[in-house]
């Protein structure tokens, strides 16, 4: 604004801004002294004064100074300072469009206004007319759109401190900002400080000035502009509560509460809530006594205070707060994000309560965060491989545990994504079948297996391949070791003590056969198994008589030798078995105990026992009774005589040893089945009452080893797996739980080898798989409901969903609550829906008005095809995109009130000339023609015309003839008639013009053009008119165009001629559409020549002719001008895609108008007698029907028949041209009864009487046609009676019904050819012209054809079915589509069918039926549309066809231009070829222009191209080519490889901190597009030389340096070891210096020099003295001895011997010389043998163990280091001869009292006896017989036989 007086004076700097402000001041004058650097210009702000020229300042300034304030011409100065800045500033390339509109390219964007905080930036551009243009020549947009430092200060004050240097009337102010004005918030108004005066120092504050405090809409140009969250202009975009531009709210939650304060004296101080980091829109009212007290903590752990003691605002930890302090409440609000963790308190102020409520939006800081694709789960041939989900802190940014996200609702876990990988095929294997079993179980054996060298293809099947294929690994063993484990073997357990106390006793011990485990088990060899038994020898002598043989062992050793004692103790010798003692036969004192002792025999032939009589068996007898004492009895005492003693324990045993340790069995198997283990239990036994004593009263020494044996190991049977149970599904409000439940059956345990069964193999019932958890209410919280359906089904809609407030019960049910009892934010309950693109469709615009004020008009519209997006938005596509539009939609009829007549006034009216404003076209010469003024008329040359101007209350006398302004005068040429009109003789070019008739003030146009050759314009035209027709173009857009623009709001500028007043041409508007007229196929004047023909035509015609031509129809058309200026005003509101398409409508609408107006007139008003020739009103066609397109008999080749150049001079030079068939449209000539002579064009009728037909054919060109006929398409062959005359007419005689069909005459020369029908008949059934011709149409836009033949076209042609029919009576035409009758419509007048603008739709079977009173007859053409391949516009097929083909794989669609696609190595891509057209076409894919291999899948018919693992082979161009029988169409993309490449760019952690030895490491990294990726991938490329880099090379701080400890100088019960320990410093080059202590020790306490060592206790062995030698006998007088080893303190305490395992154990046996052992094996002679002969004859000898010095025996054992000799052999063996059996009865078996049986004399040989009978008939008794044989001598058989099933004696 202009302060007083005009001037002011500005500050021009600031000391924070960088840019020198340009300050405003009024638009008419210059600011202040212009050495200030800076003027204000209206529409720019921020323009450096530098960056102008000095030429642009100065021409500026004096436009300025001489504009004229009062005149408005601020605008022009503008103007001025437009152009100006235009040349000042760089320009881009214009491009066409900006031509068009007239404007400039944009220039390029100035400045940031703001460095931070947001400013703006301004482009312009400049008019290029000279006149105004439409539309704004500057543009802005955001810039800088990040926050300033805290220091950088309010933008708004800046500019009001750049004032503080400046005076305001007359004194210096410090100036403040006004902010937040709601009048004109950009305007710079600001306050002096400490008073109340507020000025405007300025109209408009810099660019980018916030226009409110709390909002981003800044001022541009004095204009708040909307500014959105996204920093855009204009935009409304929004942050959420959460801060989130444009977000829905789910990143963060509302939490709303209330505190009610309970202080004392005792407590002053109360925590409210804590709010945490991040959050926003805190709100904190305190109502009471008490006060607001904050603690804040920041991420980094600093904490701070603030006590909030009064109102203000304040910055605690970067978050500004806003506190208001009032007597009874407290307000306390932060806009946040809080920068800290915040923590509100409350101190004690007063006895009353106080509350607080609180409201704040708190982030959620753990969010779900997709993790990457694991590993493939294949290396090749295909694998997949799934992403998962982490939960991620984002205050921490870490990965934490995933509970913490589900403590939000609002954080869905994603789910995983699947996609397949590695799918390159898998390089040759090695394979190989399963081991074989190893050839021996244990001690090593070996097994082998076979390999094969195979190949897996990508489908999975395996075949064998060549072994050098796999050459590249190593071929896998095919024999390996197994079993390599030791075999069983036998172990023997310490002797147990000696049965007796003196004397000769036994002992024994268990023998065990164990694995190489440990593990008790079998398999071992029986005949290795040592003996468990032998005798022992006590030397204290006893003091009573010895028995003669060992004593039996005690219970417990004796026991357990028994139990575990392998195979039966029987042998076959005779020997006593002695089973198990009773029970002893008292509870308490001493009794005995019982047991049987039997003489038992091993059968070797049945391997069964045999018992024997006592006396068989040798030896002593084993005891069968024995003592036995079970404690004394209640109220005895527990003393007893030395007698008792010893008759208890028979002197045997020492009473001190009656406890001893024994299995007490094993412990229950470890498992059930599939194998287990055992262990035995040992136990502390007193061994006389067998009860359990404490295991201190066992001697530890004696303890017997651990003991295990295998159990259960039969195969486990199928039962249940259960899996562990999942969480819960929900976290309240009852939830459920799932596992896994199986059937399997465990193999083996020692493998754990499991299979899965069926269910129904597991018997038990199966476990539950579901369990309800979290039995417990949930709060409440928002329930959505299922969205609805979307508004609309294409395009961007809207959806809807009920959102409640509900609350989950423990049981399962749902509360619904009222929505404030729930406190999270409410879902949204509306969103947007992208359903799919919307098909092509026309938006029409709003109807325009009616064309007229009163009566009938017509109204317009325009229309565009538009296509409405999934996104929401639309684009406009063009027209033909869109179905056909018809004419009704865009123009329709309006009625107003009727027009009223005026009445005529007293006063004297002036002249009226009453013209008629029609259109008149010339079709045919006419001698002379008569018209009105008013209108416009295009004539063939040499016509004569008589204009008459009809005048009103004016004499006809005074009126005036101009010509193009010009006055006209009578002349030879032009006759001037003083009644009212003007004849124009012979008219000739130079006659056409605007010929004006005055009448006073009243003037009226008539317009005159020429026809030329050809039906084309004469382009001749007047002066006037020549101008504008220069610059015209000859298409009817280009007339709509210049005609008027007005579409775009853009009105063109008229011709001069036209803004003096002078009448440009009217009539060229309407020249394009009679030039589509006259250029319409089928007019009548296409019929006809042009006039230089016709002239000549009719000078050789005959005067019948002549007069004949006088009635074929000649006429003028005629159409109101009204009817044209609406097609012209319709066309020029369509889009100028559309213009083209509705012109032909428009015209072929006009021409069918104007015929059948023709037909009408001439039905209605037609009198034969009545013509007149020179008028063009009373012209009508002599014929009834007439064609109103094409001539019903005619085939041309040529579009135009004659040339349009005329004969010159006299003839001699005739100019080159097409033939033309001269057409004489006139009835038969009947000449006789029996001769018919006719031209083209006509139909003959055959009566019986007929002799002769004559076929006349004219042809005019040059060089001559050529005549020939033909007869239904095929050449006529002439004959007798079908004769060619000279004049190439066709004779037929004596006509036959063979002879009826057309007849087609053809001319020919070298330029073309035509050709004419006629149809000749009889009279009955009608006869149609038929083609069995195919015509395949690619380009022509037109396409005509006979009835019969097939069509194949484009789309948009327009087709014509020409269905030429003759016959008697006049047969009806009628059309049918698909055997459906079309409408009349579709009919053009001579009976052919026009198909306009074919589709798709339009493809079929098309018939034509003619049909009279004699019968009908049909022809048919099928129509087949041919669309060309183009790129297809609808790509959600082919889109779901590439996601279902590869859900995860990236694809690509080709273009005509060429789409790009870059992708990694390895990968695999889609290649989608968007291609439409009819036929389908075909798909060939190339690559770099070569067809493609077929090792590439080629899906869906040939459109998409799936490469898999590709590589950069694959760079590069890949095409597809479509083609169809309607042209072809090449689409293509590009492929860019990535490339993997090692980086060494990083180096890893020095080695060192210090000293000489600092290395780094380079580090080596894959990476792709500079991103690290998998070492894998960068296998093949060459590593680059890695060279470590020294580093930390400076000298080390001082620091203490140690030796090695000394050794200790105990090795037990405590030592010591010292080190030396002294302070050095390691220099840069490695060496060490000395240093003093005092400099380690300030960085480090000196470590220690003396330890104590060897702590623990000192063990050591000891050792018993030696045993008695009486051990085993190991070889000749030598035995061994025994004694006891103890581990134990040197104070003498026993400890366990594990202690002592580190010293060397001392022997605990050894050998020793005993006379004892002086023994050797003596044998007796052999027995007789007891057979001669056969195989079973044996021998015995006696065999037994003597001391070599006494000679009597000793027990076996003693001799066991001595081979055994045997006890008995076979002999005999030699075969016997044939005998027969013989029995005798004897004396009875003395053991058998109960049935006698006999002895018996066998002679027979026993043996073969025994053999061949017994062992099938005879049973075995226990008894004695004598077998005799023949001979006589006996021995003593061990059984006699009884017969089986025979009771009486053998």
């Known amino acids: 604004m202009s302060a007083p007086g005009g001037q002011h004076s500005w500050a021009t700097k600031t000391p924070i801004l960088s840019a020198t402000l340009w300050l405003l001041c009024s638009a008419t004058q210059v600011c202040g002294d212009q050495n200030q650097g800076a003027i204000f210009l209206r529409e720019f702000t921020l323009i450096r004064r530098e960056s102008l020229h000095d030429d642009f300042l100065s021409d500026l300034l004096n436009n300025h100074k001489t504009e004229d304030p009062g005149t408005g011409g601020g605008d022009n100065g503008l103007e001025l300072l437009d152009e100006q800045l235009t040349k000042a500033s760089s320009r881009t390339a214009r491009s066409e469009e900006d031509r068009d509109t007239l404007w400039d390219a944009w220039g ?59 005076k305001y009337q007359g004194q210096f102010y410090e100036w403040l900002p006004v902010s937040n004005d709601p009048d004109n918030p950009c305007s710079l108004k600001c306050q002096a400080k400490g008073t109340t005066l507020v000025v405007e120092l300025a109209p408009k504050v810099l660019d980018g000035t916030r226009c409110y405090t709390e909002s981003l809409d800044m001022c541009i140009s004095g204009l708040c502009q909307i500014v959105g969250c996204d920093h855009q202009l204009g935009s409304t975009v929004k942050e959420d509560n959460c801060g989130v531009c444009n977000g829905d709210g789910s990143t963060c939650r509302l939490v709303r509460g209330q505190y009610k304060s309970q202080l004392s004296t005792n407590k002053p101080e109360d925590t409210v809530v804590a709010v945490p980091y991040g959050s926003r829109q805190v709100r904190l009212v305190l109502k009471g006594p008490d006060h607001l007290h904050l603690e804040t903590k920041t991420l980094q752990g600093l904490k701070g205070e603030n006590s909030l003691s009064s109102t203000g605002s304040f910055l605690v930890d970067n978050s500004s707060i806003d506190f208001q302090k009032f007597p009874d409440k407290e307000i306390l609000r932060i806009s946040g994000p809080l920068s800290a963790d915040f923590t509100v308190k409350v101190r004690y102020a007063g006895a009353a309560d106080s509350t607080v409520q609180f409201i704040f939006y708190q982030p959620i800081i753990h969010r779900w965060r997709e993790t990457d694709f694991f590993p493939c789960s294949a290396s090749c041939g295909g694998g997949y491989q799934l992403t998962s989900a982490e939960c991620y802190d984002l205050r921490s940014s870490r990965v934490v545990a995933d509970q913490y996200c589900h403590y939000y609702p609002e954080n869905i876990k994603p789910k995983p994504k699947l996609q397949e990988c590695n799918l390159d095929p898998c390089p040759a294997r090695w394979e190989s079948t399963p081991w074989t079993a190893c050839s021996s179980s244990c001690g090593g054996g070996i097994q082998s297996r076979t390999v094969s ?89 006893c003091y009573k008589p010895k028995e003669k043989l060992p004593v039996e062992a005690k219970l417990p050793w004796y026991k357990q030798a028994q139990e575990l004692e392998d195979g039966a103790m029987v042998s076959e010798e005779p020997s006593f078995i002695p089973e198990a003692w009773s029970a002893c036969s008292v509870t308490c004192g001493v009794g005995s105990q019982v047991r049987p002792v039997k003489c038992q025999v091993l059968l070797s032939f049945s391997q069964s026992v045999a018992d024997l009589p006592i006396d068989e068996c040798e030896g002593p007898k084993p005891a069968s009774q024995r003592a036995c004492y079970s404690g004394p009895c209640s109220g005895e005492a527990a003393e007893s005589n030395p007698e008792e003693i010893e008759l208890i324990y028979g002197g045997l045993q020492d009473f001190d040893e009656l406890y001893d340790w024994e299995y007490e069995g094993f412990t229950e198997c470890s498992e059930s089945c599939g194998g287990g283990v055992q262990e035995a239990v040992v136990t502390c036994l007193n061994k006389q009452t067998r009860e359990i004593a404490d295991e201190t009263l066992c001697v530890t020494s004696r303890r017997p080893p651990q003991l295990l044996k295998a159990c259960n190991l039969e195969p486990c049977p199928p039962r249940w797996e259960i899996g562990k149970w999942s969480s819960c599904s929900l976290t309240c409000g009852v939830g459920l739980q799932t596992r896994d439940v199986f059937c399997s059956h465990l193999l083996s345990r020692e493998t754990n080898e499991t299979v899965i069964l069926a269910d129904e193999l597991c018997h038990k019932p199966k476990p539950t798989l579901v369990q309800a958890c979290n039995r417990f209410d949930c709060p409440p919280s928002w329930y959505p409901r299922e969205w609805q359906q979307c508004s609309q089904t294409c395009g961007a809609g809207t959806q809807k969903r009920d959102v409640l407030c509900k609350q989950r019960m423990a049981d399962g049910s749902f509360l619904e609550l009222p929505e404030t009892f729930c406190s999270a934010p409410r879902p949204v309950a509306q969103q947007a829906c992208k359903n799919k693109d919307c098909p092509s469709e026309w938006l ?75 259109v008149y076209i010339q079709t045919k010469k006419q001698k002379k023609l008569h018209f009105i003024v008013g209108g416009y008329a295009y004539l063939l040359p040499k016509t004569s015309v008589v204009l008459r101007c009809p005048v009103r209350r004016f004499r006809k006398s005074m009126i005036t003839w101009e010509k193009d302004n010009k006055q006209l005068l009578s002349s030879v040429h032009i006759t001037i008639a003083p009644y009212g009109y003007m004849k124009i003789h012979h008219l000739k070019p130079s006659d056409a013009g605007t010929y004006t008739c005055t009448a006073g003030p009243a003037r009226e146009h008539f317009v005159i053009k020429l026809i030329g050759g050809n039906n084309k314009l004469i382009i001749n035209q007047p002066v006037g008119i020549r101008e504008e027709e220069g610059t015209r173009k000859s298409s009817l857009n280009e007339a709509l165009h210049t005609q008027e623009k007005h579409q ?44 230089e023909a016709q002239e000549s035509t009719e000078r050789n015609a005959s005067s019948e002719e002549e007069q004949s031509q006088e009635y074929s129809l000649p006429f003028t058309m005629v159409t109101e001008q009204k009817r044209l200026d609406d097609i012209i005003r319709n066309l020029s509101q369509q889009p100028e895609e559309l213009k083209d398409v509705y012109s032909k409508q428009l015209v072929v609408k006009l021409a069918d108008d104007i015929f059948k107006s023709h037909l009408e007139n001439q039905e209605s008003g037609f009198i034969p007698q009545r013509r007149r020739i020179g008028s063009a009103i009373a012209e009508f066609p002599f014929r009834k029907h007439v064609s109103g397109f094409t001539s019903s008999l005619r085939m041309s080749s040529a579009e135009a028949h004659l040339p349009t150049s005329v004969e010159v001079g006299n003839g001699s030079h005739r100019p080159h041209r097409k033939p033309a068939i001269l057409r004489k449209i006139s009835a038969a000539q009947q000449l006789s009864a029996s001769e018919v002579v006719t031209h083209l064009g006509q139909t003959v009728v055959l009566a019986s009487g007929t002799l002769s037909v004559l076929l006349h054919c004219e042809a005019v060109g040059n060089p001559k046609p050529t005549i020939s006929w033909a007869k239904n398409g095929a050449e006529v062959q002439y004959s007798d009676r079908m004769l060619l005359q000279p004049d190439d007419s066709l004779q037929i005689l004596a006509p036959v019904e063979a002879d009826v069909g057309f007849y087609t005459c053809n001319a020919t020369n070298a330029l073309g050819s035509d050709s004419v029908s006629i149809a000749v008949t009889l009279a009955g059934k009608p006869l149609i012209k038929a083609s069995r011709a195919t015509l395949i149409n690619t380009k022509s836009s037109a396409v005509t054809v006979d009835i019969g033949s097939t069509v194949k076209t484009i789309q948009g042609a327009n087709v014509t079915i020409s269905c030429q029919v003759a016959g008697v009576p006049e047969a009806e035409v009628t059309w049918l589509r698909n055997r459906i009758k079309l409408p009349p419509a579709y009919h053009l007048h001579d009976g052919s069918l026009l198909i306009a603008n074919v589709t798709l739709s339009d493809q079929g079977l098309y018939s034509c039926r003619a049909a009279n009173l004699r019968g009908e007859v049909t022809e048919s053409t099928q ?49 989608g070829c968007p291609v439409d057209g009819h036929p389908t076409p075909n798909i060939t894919w190339f690559y770099a222009g070569q067809p493609i291999s077929m090792r590439h899948n080629i899906l ?13 082979g694959y760079q590069g161009e890949f095409s597809c080519l479509a083609q169809n029988e309607a042209g072809s169409l090449m689409q293509k993309t590009s492929l860019t490889i990535r490339e993997y490449w090692w980086s060494a760019d990083r180096l890893m952690a020095c080695s060192a901190s210090c000293g000489n030895k600092g290395v780094q490491q380079p580090q080596l990294r894959c990476l792709l597009d500079r991103t690290e990726v998998n070492s894998s991938h960068c296998i093949e490329k060459p590593k680059p030389v890695l060279q470590p880099v020294a580093c930390n090379r400076r000298d080390c701080p001082s620091r203490w340096m140690v030796t090695s400890w000394s050794p200790c100088t105990r090795s037990c019960g405590g030592g010591v070891q010292t080190r030396r320990v002294t302070c050095q410093r390691l220099t840069a080059i490695g060496s060490s210096v000395p240093m003093s202590n005092e400099a380690c020790a300030q960085v480090a306490r000196r470590p220690v020099d003396t330890q104590i060592c060897n702590g623990q206790l000192c063990m050591e062995w000891v050792a018993s003295s030696w045993g008695q030698c009486n051990g085993p006998c190991i070889g000749p007088r030598l035995a061994v001895q025994h004694r006891q080893i103890f581990c134990q303190t040197r104070d003498g305490n026993s400890v366990s011997s594990d202690q002592c395992s580190a010293l060397p154990r001392p022997l605990s046996t050894q050998n020793c010389w005993t006379d004892i052992c002086g023994v050797h094996w003596r044998v007796s002679l052999w027995t007789l043998c007891t057979a001669t002969c056969g195989n079973y004859g044996f021998q015995s000898r006696r065999v037994e163990c003597v001391h070599v010095r006494t000679n009597k025996p000793v027990p076996e054992h003693y001799c066991s280091w001595r081979p055994r000799p045997a006890n008995w052999q076979r002999c005999n063996i030699t075969p016997c001869e044939n005998s027969t059996f013989l029995w005798e009865k004897g004396a009875i078996c003395e053991s058998s009292p109960q049935s006698e049986v006999p002895r018996v004399r066998c002679w027979a040989p026993l043996p073969g006896f025994l053999g061949e009978h017994l062992s099938e008939k005879w049973q075995i008794a226990a008894c004695k017989i004598k077998c005799s044989y023949w001979n006589g001598s006996s021995v003593v058989c061990c059984c006699c036989f009884l017969r089986v099933g025979i009771s009486s004696p053998c």
């Not at 543009?139 to 004050?157: I, M």
């Not at 790009?1460 to 390895?1466: D, E, I, S, T, Y």
């Not at 869906?1500 to 950069?1512: C, E, K, M, P, T």
């Open 108 to 166: 390029s964007w100035s400045e940031c206004s703001r460095t931070c905080g947001g400013g703006a930036s301004y482009s312009l551009r400049r008019c290029l007319s000279s006149k105004s243009c439409e539309g704004r020549n500057i543009r802005y947009r955001t810039c800088s759109n990040v926050d300033c430092p805290p220091e950088a200060g309010d933008f708004r004050a800046q500019q009001c401190s750049a004032h503080n240097d400046v």
């Open 453 to 541: 060298c195979v190949e897996e293809d990508i489908q999975g099947h395996i075949s064998p391949v060549e072994e050098w294929k796999c050459m590249y690994t190593p071929k896998m063993p095919i024999v390996q070791p197994c079993n390599i484990f030791d075999c069983p073997k036998w172990l023997a357990q310490e002797w147990s003590p000696c049965t007796v106390t003196c004397g000769q006793g036994l002992r024994y011990r268990v023998v065990l056969c164990i694995d190489h485990r440990g593990m008790h088990t079998g398999g071992c060899s029986p005949k290795t198994k040592p003996h468990i038994k032998e005798e022992c020898i006590v030397p204290t002598p």
């Open 844 to 918: 029409l615009s709003e109807w325009t008005q009616c064309s007229v004020s009163c009566g009938e008009g017509t109204q317009t519209r325009n229309a565009i095809c538009r296509k409405m997006l999934k996104t929401g938005g639309s684009v406009i596509i063009n027209s033909s995109m869109c179905p056909p539009l018809p004419l009704s939609s865009l123009v329709r009829s309006c009625a107003l009130v009727a027009c009223t007549r005026h009445n005529r006034p007293a006063q004297k009216q002036s002249p009226h000339i009453m013209a008629l404003k029609n």
């Open 1048 to 1091: 775009n709001g853009i009105l063109f500028n008229r011709s001069k001629a036209e803004k003096r007043g002078h009448l440009a041409d009217p009539s060229s508007q309407y020249d394009d559409i009679v030039s589509r007229l006259l250029k319409q196929r089928g007019w009548p004047g296409e019929n006809l020549e042009s006039w």
């Open 1423 to 1471: 129509l087949l549309i041919l669309d060309p391949p183009q790129t297809l516009l609808q790509l959600e097929d082919l889109t779901t066809m590439l996601l279902i083909t590869g859900p995860d794989i990236p694809s690509v669609l080709t273009s005509p231009s060429g789409t790009r696609m870059v992708l990694n190595p390895g990968s695999s891509v889609l290649i």
């Open 1500 to 1512: 869906a018919a040939g459109q998409i191209l799936q490469l898999l693992n590709i590589s950069d």
